[in-house]
């Protein structure tokens, strides 16, 4: 893992290097040609690729813009991006990745649909298929900026690169993820303190219970929001219609109430800061699959890792009622 | 004043001890319908007139029935109700009063239209009439179970009967109120606490400043209600189609932020118990005209007393988009 953390950083510092060297040895009249191909997102993903394969990855600066969701995705596939996906690509549909072996894939699909606020299907791939339809031309085994692979109950290891690790006859579940909103956010002028605060976001596990189904039962994980308390209303009004976002949060406030004794230690992602006129806002999480799947101790699944989605071509308001 | 408490006190403890003759000495085969001639309520309107004329006078019991609107509208103008409306004729839109001299009409028309969160009109009445369309051959200088009479910014009295401070060129505004909503949130399985505890909705003066208009400006006036953290979503989604009744919370948590410093202390209405799994949400009220007109020293002015309101024949969704 360490060697190919070394290759990428080796590569991209030298990509850095060569672009600096152009900027810095203009030719007459090529000045500003020059300077403009100088592309600001290869210069951050230097940065990106320094950070440690952690949990808490954090999200580099501003949101990084993509040509397109399938640009970016090929520079995941490049191992050129890969932090959380927090602010990238707004106003595309992020997912969360599930992937099981055929056998229990009836099971969890029952799961999901027995438990759509936590668990909102997007896409559900053939068995064996690792395209989605979401996503043209994506490979799903290397396309998401990092993956977890679980083994009995247990986070393996972490990768960027899961085909090594793809069961033959797997299926791919594809679950909305509340990233998807965060651009209505920002437009209606509702700041993310994670994006702002250059971090993944935080991600607590819950004592609310799942709908159990087959196998399968486990507890809610949401993700927190600090909102304004003068914002909350229009924060429940803007996400209530992303059913395939989580949509509505499910807590506004009173962590404790649903199990979170701590703010400042989430289970996944990084703790944020929450201001004196503002409520921490619980949404429904994608990481709940995993939490469950660990809980009913499937003996081998993968998942993204928190934080890291696969993104979309759909436009994040598809499927807004 | 004292007077007319003891003229109805008088008289309905009459009514009572007759009605408790007629039970106490039923004659043969008669038994049962004695027994049902009991009306609940009209025992009940005892111990409410016996409640002293104040601020605070708590709602007695569970919600009262009334055959209907109109019924009540009697009822209330043979001052045989003078409590909070809180909890009446559920399914009901109810409504603020303001009545103003005709000089200061247009302004405050002009207000409304600026605020129309805190100020959402139901029915402007001509100059000079004093019964509602919303409620049908109401007599709005007695059908309302409490008023209060303003001079030159300050509370001269309350009443049961505002004939005789009446202007005869006055103007009537009808303003949604929030109490119109309360069914929804019920069937939603959202309770009321003021009505648990039978007490009037806690309401706070904030430091939030409504649009000036013409010769007004002041700050906005809340109601409060504590909500299950995990029920504000469908609290907000419920109560943001009601548009006349002030719509969404104004604020959800963090009630310093809008400048109100100690709930226990509500600068109308009662406080009321806030459970640990609960945050406080605040809506935007039809006392903040009330406020407004005080802040702004209009010379004379009459409204409701705060949770005393005009019950309309309006169903409570009527306007819900």
Known sequence: MSTN???????????LRSLLTNAAQPQEGSLKSSIETIDYRDIRQVFHVKQPLGDDSPVTGAPLSFASPSEFRKAVRRNEF????????PGRMQCNLIVLEEEYAFD???FCQKNPRACP????CDVGAFTATVAEGSDL??????????QNGKLLTKTHDATPYWPPKAVAFLIGCSFSYDGALLKAGIPLRSVEQKKNVPMYKTNVPCHPAGRFGGHVVVSMKPIKAVDVAKEVLITSKY????????CVGCPESIGIQNLNNPDWGESVD???DEVPVFHYCGVTPQQVLMESGVPFFISHSPGHMLVTDLASDHAVV
Chains 1, 2 share one sequence.
């Open 5 to 15: 953390i070394e290759t990428e950083v080796s590569n991209t510092e030298q990509r």
């Open 82 to 89: 890969t932090s959380s996906t927090n602010g990238i690509c």
């Open 108 to 110: 969890f699909l029952l």
């Open 121 to 124: 299907l997007v896409e559900v």
């Open 141 to 150: 085994r290397t396309d998401i900026p990092k993956y977890c692979i679980y």
């Open 243 to 250: 059913a395939l976002a989580h949509g509505a949060p499910l």
């Open 274 to 276: 929450i201001l004196p």
